[in-house]
């Protein structure tokens, strides 16, 4: 697909896998509109790089209904959303201190699942309305972001593993039913990537987790799965699945 003066959003663009997208999708003349919860690091990304930073909090029906008001104002449509907001704190479901925090654990659903869902279903009432591209007549491509934690969820992983999970169940359904607008639903479920939350952990820590990985024995890079985004758009045929990018890890229960 083409993306030259191309509305893409990108959400959780002010850092990691997500600000690794925002910068590849520029070189590829896309005009970006980099979401995330807290404004600075967007607005400083696309002042640096172009497009617009937009505070968002994807959970939000209005935050989230603003920003995609402001991207069509501004972008146009979009022919792309990746979807890369999320949070991941751990908590066991019956640990020391008692139980789970049940707001902690809808606050992780409302943002990594409830926000995704958000995000799609106000894109695709705009995507759908763009002019179709292509001999397949294509309009758009929503891209999701799971975890390897949906498939092999960790002790103190209860609800950021039910999240994920909810986003690989939720891809094959949208998929189906967008596809008569000519829009695509992929996800990507990643393994251990070095975000900045990986990268701030103890130097004995990151290469004991690099050293599950079966091969590249290593912590995979944000813009491998930026890499993989765009390799999404340009694959039509790509679409109602979930890949993995992992280096074949299945994570240990602990």
Do not use: W
């Amino acid at each position: 697909m083409d993306l030259t003066e191309q509305a893409v959003v990108v959400t959780g663009a002010g850092s990691g896998m997500g600000k690794a997208t925002a910068c590849r999708l520029v070189r590829r003349n896309a005009l970006v509109a980099a979401l995330d919860i807290v404004a600075e690091p967007v607005l400083s990304l696309t002042q640096e790089l172009g497009g617009v930073g937009i505070e968002c909090d994807v959970g939000s029906e209005s935050s989230a209904r603003a920003a995609i008001q402001r991207v069509v104002a501004e972008l146009g449509a979009p022919r792309v959303l990746v979807n890369c907001a999320g949070i991941a704190p751990a908590q066991r479901i019956s640990g020391r201190k008692g139980p789970h925090d049940l707001d902690l654990f809808q606050k992780v659903i409302r943002t990594n699942l409830v926000g995704t869902f958000n995000m799609i279903r106000l894109v695709a009432e705009e995507m759908k309305q763009l002019d179709p591209v292509g001999e397949s007549g294509a309009r758009g491509v929503i891209i999701n972001t799971a975890s390897v934690a949906a498939y092999e969820g960790q002790i103190g992983q209860a609800a950021y593993s039910a999240s994920k999970g909810g986003v690989v169940a939720l891809t094959l359904p949208a998929a189906r039913e967008l596809a008569q607008f000519g829009i695509r639903v992929v996800t990507v479920a990643p393994g251990l990537i070095g975000t900045p939350m990986l990268h701030a952990m103890p130097e004995e820590v990151q290469t004991s987790l690099a050293n599950q990985v079966p091969f590249p024995r290593r912590l995979g890079d944000a813009d491998e799965f930026a890499a993989l985004v765009e390799h999404i758009i340009d694959n039509e045929l790509l679409n109602g699945e979930v890949i993995r990018l992992d280096g074949a890890i299945r994570m240990n229960p602990t």
